[in-house]
Structure formats: structure tokens, C-alpha cells
């Protein structure tokens, strides 16, 4: 008769609990590729900020409070900007999530799926509507510290459902956020940072901790 190691025993138990409650299919490469975008993106912006508006123009205001009618064109373009960058970064998030859950064997779309997406969009949605309501009543340089503690929020309230290492995300966001307000001169280099660099770090240290040896196993 065949006698199970009690430990064994436990560590799958534990694993089962943890699938059933935590969503463990997201893939550090989707970090790592929205990093990359999120640096194009960034470029992009900060070559049509430079075109558009003087070197001394108010960070704050991008020169609305002086009726400049350059902004209104650049609003259209940071938005569109923005709207790929976001685009592209779920479209990778989507396929390399998708590719992981087909190897661990979890449902893309489970309980737990669902419970982190719900956690993590409403902050989201919340935080781009007020980022909206800043580019409407002319106060662009608040954008990027605001996108950065909403993404923050999201990220912390949302990582009791997926991967440690998300917590650790939302909480270096928040804290870029909180400087950012505070130089708003460099809000587009702290953007970047946090949506590009920070992706890129953590990304692979998800997939260093959680993917490649699972991958090398294979």
C-alpha cells in the first residue's frame, strides 16, 4: 500500500486552494511588452509636446490658461496616443495570459479571472474619467501623476486575486504618482517610468519567479 507524503499532501491542496481563488495564468511578458509600448508611446508624446509647445510653456496647464490654440491639437494626439499605447499593451497582455493559461490549465475566464478584472476596473474606470475631466478643464500636467495612482489603486486592490509581485507594482506606481504631483515638469518621464520601465522589471521578474523554469520543465 502506497503512502502519500503528508507535505505533498498539503502543497497540492494548498495549490488547488490558491487556483480556485487567485488568478495565476498572467504572464510576466505582458508586463514586459507593455513596458516596451508604453516607452514608444512616451517618446512619441514627448516629440509632439516638443513640437507643439514652447520650451517654458506652464507644465500645468500646457498654456490653456492663455487660450493656446496649439493645445487643442495636441490634446487630440495625446489622447489618440494614449489609446494605442493601451490598445496594443491589452492585445499582448491578452495573448501571452492566454498562451500561459493554455499550459498551466486554467480557464482564462474563471471565478478568479473575473474577480481581479472587476477589482481592477473600477479604479480604472473611475481614474480615466477624472484624467478626461482634467484634459477638459485645462489642467494637462496633472494627467500623468493621476494615471499613475489610479493604475496604482488598481493594481493594489486587485493583486489579493493574482501574483504577489502586482502588489509590489501597485505600490511602487502609487508612490511614483505621489512624487510626480509634486514635479509635474517631469510627468511624462515619471509616466514612462512607471508604465515602461516598471512593466519591464517586474514583468520579468514574474516570469524569471513563475514562468521559465515551469517552461524548461515542459
Request: glycine share 12%; aromatic share 12%.
Amino acid at each position: 500500500m502506497q503512502h502519500n507524503d503528508p507535505s505533498q499532501e498539503l502543497a497540492h491542496i494548498r495549490g488547488l486552494m490558491e487556483r480556485s481563488t487567485r488568478f495565476l495564468s498572467l504572464s510576466g511578458l505582458s508586463g514586459v511588452i507593455a513596458g516596451v509600448v508604453a516607452l514608444g508611446g512616451a517618446t512619441l508624446a514627448r516629440f509632439h509636446i516638443n513640437e507643439a509647445l514652447a520650451p517654458d510653456t506652464d507644465a500645468l496647464t500646457y498654456g490653456t490658461a492663455r487660450g493656446e490654440a496649439l493645445f487643442t491639437d495636441l490634446r487630440m494626439t495625446l489622447i489618440t496616443d494614449a489609446g494605442l499605447v493601451l490598445f496594443v499593451a491589452l492585445l499582448g497582455a491578452f495573448w501571452f495570459t492566454w498562451r500561459r493559461s493554455r499550459k498551466t490549465g486554467q480557464y482564462l475566464w474563471d471565478a478568479s479571472a473575473r474577480r481581479l478584472m472587476l477589482n481592477m476596473l473600477v479604479p480604472l474606470s473611475v481614474g480615466g474619467i477624472f484624467c478626461l475631466a482634467l484634459f477638459f478643464y485645462g489642467l494637462p500636467g496633472l494627467v500623468a501623476p493621476a494615471t499613475l495612482v489610479f493604475y496604482g489603486l488598481a493594481l493594489f486592490n486587485a493583486s489579493k486575486y493574482t501574483l504577489d509581485e502586482i502588489r509590489w507594482l501597485g505600490v511602487s506606481e502609487l508612490l511614483l504618482g505621489i512624487v510626480a504631483l509634486f514635479w509635474l515638469e517631469a510627468g511624462l518621464l515619471f509616466w514612462a517610468i512607471g508604465f515602461g520601465v516598471l512593466h519591464i522589471f517586474y514583468g520579468g521578474l514574474m516570469y524569471l519567479r513563475h514562468e521559465r523554469g515551469a517552461e524548461d520543465n515542459a
